[in-house]
């Protein structure tokens, strides 16, 4: 058997988890953002980095309110979710030149949602050649920047693309 250390996963496993223990929720407004890897906030949604992601920059577009499946989403909330997802989307162009972007919503665990008590967006940048020897080998990807570096970097993007 191989191991894989990541002794900062244990911070998240034990951390504080907010409304029923939904590591999703967040308040409104929170001077905890750069713990939470929140990289903006809207009316309705906020923006946060993938703990766990697929590739560098890995978003998470996410509402405020607690719901499950987009149709339980306000006509507000929906389009507030899908404006912040095309901003995010501009963000990454800028910051990250990737070649590719995928975008996803999986609805309930059945269709992939690790967390399908709480609706969020993924907003994944990805590159020619981005799944390397680790991936097709060893089932590992590399993640070649911290989180909180990352964060860093996008944060006043946003801001500066959001007017």
Same mark, same amino acid.
């Given at each position: 058997? %191989? ?42 949604? @906020?923006? &946060? ?108 993007? @946003? &801001? %500066?693309?959001?007017?």
């Amino acid at each position: 058997m %191989k191991n894989l250390w990541a002794p900062w996963r244990m911070q998240y496993i034990l951390g504080p988890k907010c409304h029923n223990g939904c590591v999703l929720c967040a308040p409104e407004h929170t001077d905890e953002d750069e713990d939470r890897l929140i990289v903006y906030r809207s009316s309705h949604v @906020f923006v &946060m980095l993938n703990r766990y992601p697929y590739a560098s920059g890995h978003l998470m577009v996410i509402p405020y309110r607690h719901v499950g499946d987009i149709t339980e989403l306000s006509a507000e909330e929906n389009a507030d979710l899908m404006a912040v997802v095309q901003l995010s989307c501009r963000v990454l162009r800028e910051v990250s030149r990737p070649q590719g972007i995928n975008v996803g919503l999986n609805l309930g665990e059945a269709a992939g949602a690790g967390i399908g008590m709480h609706l969020h967006m993924h907003v994944v940048p990805r590159w020619n050649g981005d799944s390397n020897f680790m991936a097709v080998l060893d089932d590992v990807r590399v993640i070649p920047e911290a989180l909180e570096e990352t964060c860093r970097r996008l944060a006043p993007v @946003f &801001m %500066k693309l959001a007017g």
